[in-house]
């Protein structure tokens, strides 16, 4: 059996003197799409930080590909190929959808060739921003804005891409589309670590979820299994 692309153990971060990841275990297998829930402030997106290399962990292992990432800068880490799409977009307002896309594919910039060619594929994915390539992405609608985060996140050419809240703020049927383009780019060979708010949406996608509450893992399973759980249901679910 092939050891994980990606392995958390016993990973604690903090904010200053206050410990927000408490001995995190979390396992990602090549080809998976993982949900990462729970509530607000336990500790989701500080779990993706702490593995982008925002955060540097206090104590514990990040094992990416064999290699040890605890002390490998973030320019180092997005270079091996773990691509961070940050919760609310982040996008750069003031330039254009396609200079939006080049500014995301910085690693292969001396590769015009695979520049051109990225953008291609994101407008395949995303037929919405090739209508715009020229438009100032900060007049782009919140829905449009996550579409070019998520295809500026692609343009690093992502073995494991990390969604932070992909849908929030956006209309059910924007979400809907979302959805179906992530469940495209894993099947397409990309592995996927997602937080997402609307737990249903995220659990028809997922392989398999881990549920944090904080800062502490305190349950994970097949997302199957999590979607029957009564503590998913009554927390996340609804009854």
């Known amino acids: 059996m092939k050891p994980p692309l990606l392995k958390l153990t016993?990973?604690?971060?903090?904010?200053?003197?206050?410990?927000?990841?408490?001995?995190v275990n979390l396992e990602i297998n090549e080809g998976e799409i993982v949900t990462l829930l729970g509530s607000n402030g336990a500790g989701k997106s500080t779990t993706l930080k702490t593995i982008s290399g925002i955060i540097k962990p206090k104590s514990g292992e990040i094992e990416w590909n064999g290699?040890?990432?605890?002390?490998?800068?973030?320019?180092?880490?997005?270079?091996?190929?773990?691509?961070?799409?940050?919760?609310g977009r982040r996008i750069f307002g003031g330039l254009t959808i396609t200079e939006n896309l080049e500014l995301g594919a910085y690693t292969f910039r001396k590769n015009k060739k695979w520049i051109k060619e990225g953008i291609e594929r994101a407008f395949d994915l995303?037929?919405?921003?090739?209508?715009?390539?020229?438009q100032i992405a900060g007049t782009l609608s919140g829905g449009e804005q996550q579409m070019l985060a998520i295809s500026r996140g692609l343009m690093g050419n992502p073995k494991l891409l990390m969604l932070d809240e992909p849908s929030m703020?956006?209309?059910?049927?924007?979400?809907?589309?979302?959805?179906?383009?992530?469940?495209e780019i894993n099947k397409q060979g990309t592995t996927i670590l997602l937080i997402e708010q609307n737990a249903k949406a995220a659990l028809r996608l997922a392989n398999r979820g881990y549920l944090i509450e904080i800062g502490n893992i305190i349950m994970h399973d097949s997302a199957e299994v999590l979607r029957e759980d009564d503590r998913i249901i009554r927390a996340y679910l609804g009854a």
Do not use: D, T
């Open 67 to 87: 290699q040890n990432l605890v002390n490998v800068p973030p320019h180092r880490i997005v270079e091996s190929g773990i691509i961070h799409v940050p919760e």
């Open 10 to 23: 016993n990973v604690n971060s903090y904010y200053g003197k206050i410990r927000a990841l408490n001995n």
């Open 126 to 134: 995303f037929p919405r921003l090739k209508e715009r390539s020229k």
């Open 169 to 183: 703020g956006l209309a059910p049927i924007i979400v809907q589309e979302i959805m179906h383009n992530i469940q």
